[in-house]
């Protein structure tokens, strides 16, 4: 079966990031700080959470985790910056 990036979830210190739910996510891989969770818009770039960041990190690719540990409890993130969804003309 083939997985996209529909199916990548994120999970730090017990909250849900949906990556196909906002552009403003990217998850990169480094060398020197694994994986990680940024929040980026408008040139402004906010670290979320990170492997290696000392706080639970979990990335899980269609229920399975493909990164860390299992989080018992996980929250759906709150909806943060970005688009909003309303188009006006």
Not at 20 to 42: K, P, S
Not at 81 to 89: Q, Y
Request: proline residues 1%; glycine residues 14%.
């Amino acid at each position: 079966m083939t997985h996209s990036y529909h199916d990548v979830v994120v999970i730090v210190n017990g909250t849900r990031y949906r990556i196909a739910d906002n552009y403003a996510y990217r998850l990169i891989c480094t060398r020197a700080g694994g994986w990680q969770l940024v929040w980026a818009w408008d040139k402004e770039e906010r670290l979320i959470g990170g492997e290696y960041d000392g706080g639970k990190f979990t990335i899980e690719v269609a229920g399975i985790v493909v990164c860390g540990k299992k989080q018992k409890r996980a929250e759906d993130a709150q909806p943060t910056g970005g688009w909003d969804g309303t188009v006006s003309r």
